[in-house]
């Protein structure tokens, strides 16, 4: 760990500032002295060793040149086993691990075997995230004699790696960072003053941006700048890494432009790009700059969204119509439509006018689909849409996918699923068009492992397998697969406090691998943790 000269305490090693007070921190360099005479007699030693070794193997060549080719295709082959041995050993040595309560109430982390890998001491935990780190919680007491957690970040070997000291970090699985190594942190200070609530990013090091002299700070991807709002005024700026301003604080709200398919911030000219509103009494506008704060596109309209999709941007203008914009201001479609979607799937996105939807390409070339109340894009091809507050899937020609209205779709890239919370039936569907199953009232989809689908029959849940077949029983109160499809985990049985008390281990087939033992609650999700020695 490393001290903070100013403050006096401690930080992780790779931190560059620390995470109490802001100060820099040293660097810690640690330098050996070399000691001429001693590496000058390993040489010569070393020197005498391959003298010697090259004498041998003069005096014993012609006597092993005799060795049979049956020898050498025999030593061939057992290679090809012990590579074939070696890639088993490196797929069984994977990892896998998840959250999970013992009887006392404490959490910790198991693996697939039922052992316990990170001891059980906090009150709450998370799954892992890919980056080989879990968020953990510990209940405080407060002024006000209530409960409160505050969270920390542990890493593989349970080793806090950040104090439990925060009211609030970011653990979501498979976006805990952003693609830029970044992480949502907030501190709530002491007595838990909801008021004076502040937040900042965490890098993978684990180096903190955040000040109460800001309540919101978030990065800018890796540029090294970033958005953040003056707690004093309310109003956001651009700061550097030493926290001085960039970009003044003159505007209501700064957001970044994603890009809707890589989750990636949008580039010009390598430049990150920003939305940037005024919302004042004199009006509301938008601009577009740069990182720096530097003007792209001016202040011409009402709002800009911040959603990018096939190097479009969705404009509002002064009237409440919509159209879009390439990145450098450029007007592709008019502001006409009542609604307009972000062209996050694909070249074509819907947009509605006097209760009319069409499809509309990136110049604005438009075709009429259907009348309907609303309208919402699900996937390239396929948009919702409602009406009466009935709601259907339609495709890119208009056509309708179900004789019967649902409340919900879902679409991955293999089904179709929707539901009806009053008639309590759904559907799941091929994407061809063939009915998979009606038999449930829920199908809920994953994005990551599309072959398998969560089902609910309204009172429990359980999994079909990729052929639409049953491989969990729809009996349990939880049922979760891991992110890679790996592990299917089924939990049941709560006791009078809501903990699940039977928890069931499954493979991607349905296969039972074990049911915990007595003890064990609350098993989560298994997830592959990297850095896992």
């Known amino acids: 760990m490393k001290k903070c000269p100013k403050c006096g305490k401690e930080n992780i090693d790779e931190a560059r500032f620390c995470t109490w007070c802001r100060a820099e921190l040293p660097v810690i360099l640690e330098k050996k002295k070399n000691n001429p005479g001693r590496i000058i007699a390993i040489v010569i030693l070393i020197a005498a060793i391959c003298a010697c070794l090259v004498g041998v193997f003069m005096l014993f060549k012609d006597k092993n040149s005799g ?29 896998y691990v998840a959250p999970f309560m013992n009887n006392e109430g404490k959490w910790g982390y198991i693996n697939t075997d039922g052992d316990v890998v990170i001891e059980c001491k906090y009150d709450s935990a998370f799954e892992f995230d890919r980056d080989g780190y879990a968020v953990v919680g510990m209940q405080t007491d407060s002024d006000a004699s209530e409960y409160y957690t505050i969270y920390g970040l542990i890493n593989t070997k349970g080793e806090e790696i950040i104090p439990l000291d925060y009211s609030y970090i970011n653990s979501s699985i498979g976006s805990t960072c952003d693609n830029y ?30 000040s109460p002299e800001y309540s919101n700070i978030s990065n800018i991807g890796d540029s090294g700048y970033y958005v953040a709002c003056e707690a004093e005024t309310g109003m956001y700026g651009i700061i550097d890494e030493n926290y001085e301003w960039i970009c003044e604080s003159e505007y209501s709200g700064i957001y970044k432009v994603w890009n809707g398919s890589t989750d990636n911030l949008v580039k010009v000219n390598e430049e990150y790009l920003l939305i940037a509103v005024y919302d004042f009494q004199e009006g509301h506008g938008a601009e577009i700059i ?88 699900i996937d390239s091809n396929l948009y919702e849409v409602g009406i009466n507050e009935n709601w259907s899937v339609i495709d890119s020609n208009g056509e309708y996918l179900f004789s019967e209205t649902y409340d919900n779709h879902e679409v991955n890239e293999k089904y179709i699923a929707g539901s009806n919370e009053e008639n309590k039936n759904g559907i799941l569907m091929l994407k061809s068009g063939e009915v998979v199953s009606t038999e449930y009232q829920k199908y809920m989809l994953s994005y990551k492992v599309p072959d398998i ?81």
């Open 181 to 210: 190594g970044y992480r949502t942190i907030t501190r709530l200070p002491y007595p838990f003053d909801y008021e004076e609530q502040y937040s900042g990013v965490m890098d993978k090091n684990g180096n903190i941006m955040m």
């Open 67 to 95: 060795n049979d080719q049956g020898e050498a295709i025999a030593q061939k082959e057992e290679n090809k086993q012990v590579d074939k041995d070696i890639s088993a050993e490196k797929k069984s040595s994977d990892v």
């Open 453 to 533: 689908v969560k089902i609910y029959d309204g009172a429990n849940y359980g999994m079909l397998g990729s052929n639409g077949e049953l491989i969990v029983s729809c009996s349990y109160d939880s049922c979760e697969i891991s992110e890679d499809g790996v592990y299917i985990t089924a939990d049941r049985q709560r006791d009078e406090y809501g903990n699940y008390t039977e928890c069931t281990l499954f493979d991607s087939n349905g296969n039972e691998i074990r049911t915990f033992d007595t003890g064990i609650y609350n098993v989560g999700t298994f997830q592959k943790i990297l850095n896992a020695a």
């Open 290 to 377: 740069n990182e720096y704060g530097g003007t792209i596109v001016p202040m011409e309209y009402y709002d800009i969204n911040a959603q990018c999709g096939m190097n479009r941007l969705i404009v509002e203008n002064s009237e409440g119509y919509y159209g879009a914009i390439d990145l450098n201001g450029n007007l592709e479609i008019a502001c006409q439509y009542d609604e307009l979607g972000d062209f996050s799937y694909d070249e074509e996105t819907y947009a509605m006018k006097d209760g009319a939807v069409f499809a509309v390409d990136i110049y604005g070339n438009e075709r009429f689909l259907t009348n309907a109340d609303d309208c919402w894009q």
